[in-house]
């Protein structure tokens, strides 16, 4: 039986280190231990948040809905050939150590995913994604119980939905659904993925001419470690904005007043901004209110300097929209979960 315990801090449970309180907590194990909660629910009539690492989460203040923290574990083969390996996997898995465990099997397709905080559950929700990888490039597809009924759903990776730091879980089915099993389709004769260009270079750096799977991990854990804050060390969530994504033509218009704008193609008709570089133009990398910054190496971070409110960080982010939005008409969107 799951237990309820009262009044949890959960400073130590989100990566921004934020000091707030859950009124009513519980862990979950496994299915069984989550439709107990479901079933409980139907008297308490309390809204639920769902909480895997903490790492894309901020509280602005003492959560009032009923904290479960999943925990199900277990890496299980579900077929393979000799060709690829398909995985099902536990929802509280830790993200990296999956990706290690698959690096050390040889296992290729999420390596370039390394050192991404987080559990395996939340992965899907915003289609995580970094130097040119994201999910739903091995995703097959979820499983997931509804919150209500507790009744057990399986989302193929097509009607997942998956788009730029976006799933229906974010959008059409928002706080409907728990993930509880990911399932991963890798690659036993895995080509590398180097094209973003930092990893180029850092296998350069580390004398790499032909890479494997586990080399390109190796350089994406250097790459992290010497630009990001360390969330032990200074509390954050990762990127705190999306980068913006415009129109062909609204692109036109101000790369013609700012013509060192950092973009990317983005499909056909879209172009992706920088918003690392839209905050840093606006003279914001490393700006610091009271407790709360700008890192200075990465202005798309936002950093707890220690104690701070969660409110603070919002107050901060705030600001950094309304500044970029005067400089370059462009509305930045939070990536962070707002609570
Ligand atoms: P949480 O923060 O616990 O939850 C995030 C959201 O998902 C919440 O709304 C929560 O309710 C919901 N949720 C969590 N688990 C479930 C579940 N099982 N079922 C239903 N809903 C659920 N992200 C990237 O995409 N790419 C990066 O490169 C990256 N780098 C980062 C670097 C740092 C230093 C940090 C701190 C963060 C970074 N992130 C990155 C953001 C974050 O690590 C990922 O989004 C990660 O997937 C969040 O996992 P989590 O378990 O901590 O989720
Ligand atoms: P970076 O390499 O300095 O690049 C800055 C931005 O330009 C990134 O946001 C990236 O977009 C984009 N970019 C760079 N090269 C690109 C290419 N070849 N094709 C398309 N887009 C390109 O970024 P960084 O901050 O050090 O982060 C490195 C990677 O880790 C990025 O993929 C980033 O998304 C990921 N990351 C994510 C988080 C998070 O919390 N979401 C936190 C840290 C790092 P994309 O973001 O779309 O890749």
């Known amino acids: 039986m799951n237990s309820i315990k009262e009044n949890t801090s959960l400073k130590p449970l989100n990566t921004f280190g934020i000091d707030v ?30 909480l895997g690492g903490g790492s894309n989460i901020l509280f602005t203040k003492n959560p009032s809905q009923w904290i479960w923290q999943n925990c199900i574990k277990g890496i299980e083969v579900e077929y393979e050939d000799e060709n690829s390996v398909e995985l099902r996997v536990g929802a509280g898995e830790n993200w990296h150590d999956l990706v290690i465990f698959c690096v050390d099997k040889n296992w290729g397709g999420i390596e370039n995913l390394s050192l991404i905080p987080g559990c395996v559950g939340a992965g899907p929700m915003q289609n995580i994604g970094a130097y040119g990888v994201e ?27 998956f788009g730029y730091r976006e799933s229906i879980f974010k959008r059409k089915v928002k ?47 250097n790459i992290r470690k010497s630009k990001l804050p360390n969330p032990a060390e200074l509390g954050n969530a990762g990127s705190f904005f999306k980068n913006p994504v415009v129109s062909k033509p609204a692109f036109d218009v101000l790369k013609e007043k700012f013509p060192d704008v950092v973009f990317y193609p983005a499909g056909d008709s ?68 707002i609570f």
Not at 23 to 47: G, H, P, Y
Not at 191 to 215: C, F, H, R, W
Not at 318 to 336: A, C, D, N, Y
């Open 21 to 50: 309180n859950a009124e009513l907590f519980s862990k979950f194990s496994s299915i069984q231990e989550l439709q107990v909660l479901i079933a409980e629910n139907k008297t308490q009539k309390r809204e639920v948040l769902i």
């Open 135 to 161: 999910l739903k490039d091995t995703c097959v597809a979820v499983e997931c119980l509804d919150r209500t009924s507790g009744v057990e759903n399986k989302f193929s990776a097509i009607e997942c939905e």
């Open 175 to 221: 706080d409907k659904f728990i993930i509880t099993y990911v399932y991963f389709k890798l690659s036993k004769n895995a080509k590398v993925n180097t094209q973003y260009g930092s990893i180029k270079d850092e296998l350069n750096a580390m004398k790499v001419l032909t890479p494997t799977i586990k080399d390109v991990s190796e350089a994406v854990i």
């Open 270 to 337: 879209n172009m992706k901004l920088a918003a690392g570089w839209l905050i840093e133009q606006c003279g914001l990398k490393g700006y610091r209110q009271g407790n709360v910054g700008i890192h200075s190496k990465q202005a798309l971070v936002i950093v707890n300097y220690g104690g701070s409110k969660g409110f603070e960080v919002w107050d901060l982010s705030e600001k950094v929209i309304q500044t970029v939005k005067e400089k370059f008409g462009v509305e930045l969107e939070r990536e962070v979960n």
